[in-house]
């Protein structure tokens, strides 16, 4: 068995990140689940939210994606996402903005589709705040 992952992620214009990894954390649709080497093979659909790849470097990379693909085999983890990007290249104020933009539209909102789908946005604006600090 492989010691470490092969890691890429992979964005609607262009491959992102290839690394080897010790560990991968993502969001999946039933909730958060980790990668490590050896791992069963399996294709599942991520929500929103942050991978986090371990032992790529000194610190754990993350990257937040606005949901996607993953297969994974036992030494390869491919995510394909809709949308990704570095946690630390986010700008605090504008999330700032955009978060309290999110927030006004869900107050606004009437209920029903138009409710569900602000709520949804907002939720995620939070998730990225959360983790860019």
Do not use: C, W
């Amino acid at each position: 068995m492989a010691d470490k992952v092969e890691f890429e992620l992979v964005s609607p214009d262009r491959l992102l990140m290839s690394v080897e990894a010790d560990a991968v954390a993502m969001p999946g649709m039933e909730g958060d689940f980790g990668v490590l080497p050896g791992h069963a093979p399996l294709i599942t659909a991520l929500r929103a939210g942050v991978i986090e790849v371990e032992g790529a470097g000194d610190n754990p990379d993350r990257i937040y994606i606005a949901g996607g693909f993953a297969e994974i085999a036992a030494d390869r983890l491919v995510v394909l996402a809709e949308e990704a990007v570095p946690v630390a290249d986010m700008d605090r104020a504008d999330l700032e903005q955009r978060v309290q933009e999110a927030n006004e539209e869900v107050a606004a909102a009437e209920e029903g589709e138009q409710r569900r789908l602000a709520d949804g946005k907002a939720a995620v604006l939070q998730e990225i705040m959360g983790a860019a600090r």
